[in-house]
């Protein structure tokens, strides 16, 4: 379980103070899913950002199974469980997708065990291992190997930026069920799509760094206006 | 040949023993042991020190060990290696240098390889080097390759510096003529207060001929390198150099590109980037659970050595 015990972060620009997000409080329970969703700029990575400990919160508690770990580096949040797949994926100049693979799980893999890991976001092993992570993978290849080394860690706190970010529609429903199999931990997906929503427990919408509506699916998806594209619009405050 | 030697062939050279095939292993100024094949041939030069290597039309697949071991004090080695490479061949050379120099006195070992690759011919050569002993005497290896290619033929070049080097200066010079395929990939590490020098030339001169110089490096400690690149295209012709280098510490990184497109069909193209490690890709291996330490360590490692 994950509290967010009045969350705040700001940062100095140009010499003023900028609040990023306000007073946050969230709790998320284990076997859930949890799908954060709001407009551009409304603070959802910065927020998973904050939980991963690659920004430092300006006040508030978070706990993890209830150890305040704000002031824990990130690789001692990785140890307790906590697994973050990036927005923006990382190139590396020399490393390649098999060495991710095995630092993820801090072991060596044969083909066979890469083959499982990398077959559940839709790439053959084969084709991928010894390939370069750098921008000659495409935007959706490196967005499903950093889903398949976020997955690979087994973590007890799954968080996902944009999962579905350059996938292709054919590869939704694999995308959708992968995160279905994920019970058993605790999972917070940020997406603008109606298709991750619908599998959501709860729903969680920010605007302006802060929360404006959560609750469970049924109550809140009715609430949010999703255009043609499955993608969301806006919000109907009613 | 004692445990420092026999180390020094393993980092260098691969070589865990006495190797198949055709070598030469030069020790402190002399040819300690050498074999020539029918394929490869090795005859000492009359004039100079050194050797000529001589690989006869259509061998393929066959390799030859050229390395050097210098393990005195006070000596300043100079050699030189011819390579007669022709058409229709397909070989590896691995050649390479460490020097365990324990005295207070400079260990130097200046190598110029000359490289004549006939016809279609494809070459792989792999040039490592390697300094160790705690001596306060600098261990210098100042390297010099000039390279021709003749039409269609093809080099894979891998100029790799693993430490340990005080001073270098590496120059390479290449001549490469039509459809020929030139590729260099260097990586330098150095620390502690060491310089690192390399200078690529390379002329385009025949049609369709392309070169990729690809350069990463690594500077630790208050360690100063400067990479000038020279690429000249004459013909149409395809050119290509990266220079890319990490900063650790207070270690400096110069970078010097010329480029030349002399005629108008030639495409050269330079990029270079140097600065500390990306942050984000600190972050991301910490993510996965890796210390800071062991993250800058396996993005160096993987950088420089894959
Ligand atoms: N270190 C920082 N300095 C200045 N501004 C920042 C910083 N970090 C985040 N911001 C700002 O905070 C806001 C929230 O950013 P964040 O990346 O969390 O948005 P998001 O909800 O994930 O958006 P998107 O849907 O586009 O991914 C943005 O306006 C961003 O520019
Ligand atoms: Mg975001």
């Not at chain 1, 495409?138 to 706190?157: C, F």
């Not at chain 2, 006070?74 to 050699?79: G, R, W």
């Not at chain 2, 290449?174 to 207060?193: Q, R, S």
């Not at chain 2, 280098?245 to 002399?262: F, H, Q, T, W």
Request: aromatic letters at 6%.
């Amino acid at each position: 379980m994950l509290e967010i015990k009045n969350l705040n972060y700001a940062v100095i620009e140009n010499g003023a103070k900028k609040n990023i997000l306000n007073d946050i409080n969230l709790t998320f329970k284990d076997n859930k899913i949890y799908v954060i969703t709001g407009h551009n700029g409304s603070g959802k990575s910065t927020l998973l950002k904050i939980i991963m400990g690659i920004a430092q919160k300006t006040d508030g508690q978070i706990l993890f199974n209830g150890q305040d770990i704000s002031n824990i580096s990130i690789n001692e949040r990785a140890e307790l469980g906590i697994s973050y797949a990036f927005q923006q994926p990382v190139t590396f100049k020399g490393l390649k997708v098999k060495d991710l693979l095995d630092i993820a799980t801090s072991e060596k893999h044969n083909l066979s065990a890469m083959c499982d890991i990398l077959s559940k976001v839709g790439l053959c092993a084969k084709d991928y291992i010894d390939r370069a992570l750098d921008d000659k993978l495409s935007g959706g290849e490196l967005k499903r190997i950093e889903l398949a080394v976020t997955l690979a860690r087994k973590g007890k706190l799954n968080m996902f930026d944009e999962p579905e970010a350059g996938i292709d529609l054919w590869s939704f429903e694999n995308l959708t069920a992968l995160f279905e199999n994920l019970k058993g931990a605790t999972n917070i997906i940020v997406s603008h799509q109606k298709r991750i929503l619908e599998i959501a427990d709860e729903i969680i919408l920010m605007s302006d760094g802060k929360v404006v509506l959560q609750g469970n699916r049924e109550k809140v998806l009715p609430k949010l206006s999703i255009n043609a594209c499955g993608r969301l619009r806006e919000v109907n405050n009613g | 040949m004692d445990k420092i030697d026999r180390e020094i062939l393993e980092r260098v050279a691969d070589l865990h023993k006495v190797p198949t095939g055709s070598f030469n292993i030069r020790k402190n100024g002399e040819s300690v042991a050498r074999n020539s094949t029918k394929d490869i041939e090795i005859v000492p030069k009359k004039n100079k020190s050194g050797i000529d290597i001589i690989v006869k039309d259509g061998v393929k697949n066959k390799s030859v060990h050229i390395p050097v071991i210098l393990t005195l004090g006070d000596f300043h080695d100079l050699v030189y290696n011819d390579f007669y490479i022709g058409k229709d061949c397909d070989v590896t050379i691995i050649a390479g240098c460490g020097i365990h120099n324990k005295t207070c006195k400079d260990s130097q070992h200046d190598g110029v390889h000359s490289f004549h690759i006939g016809k279609n011919s494809k070459v792989k050569y792999v040039e490592k080097h390697y300094g160790t002993g705690e001596g306060s005497g600098k261990k210098i290896l100042n390297p010099i390759t000039k390279i021709y290619m003749k039409e269609g033929s093809c080099m894979n070049f891998e100029s790799i510096q693993i430490g340990g080097v005080s001073s270098t200066i590496r120059k390479t010079y290449a001549k490469i003529y039509d459809h020929c395929l030139l590729n260099i990939k260097e990586n330098i590490l150095t620390t502690d207060n060491q310089y690192a020098k390399t200078y690529f030339k390379v002329e385009l001169l025949g049609e369709n001929s392309k070169c990729d110089v690809v350069s990463h490096s690594v500077a630790e400690g208050q360690s100063y390198q400067e990479f000038v690149s020279d690429m000249i295209g004459k013909n149409k012709s395809f050119g290509h150099v990266e220079c890319d280098g990490i900063l650790m510490d207070e270690g400096r990184i110069v970078s010097i590109p010329k480029i030349d497109a002399i005629s108008k069909d030639a495409s050269l193209v330079h990029e270079a980037a140097i600065g500390k490690i990306a942050g984000d890709q600190l972050i991301k291996l910490m993510s996965l659970g890796l210390s800071q330490e062991m993250a800058e360590q396996t993005i160096i490692k993987g950088f420089l050595y894959n």
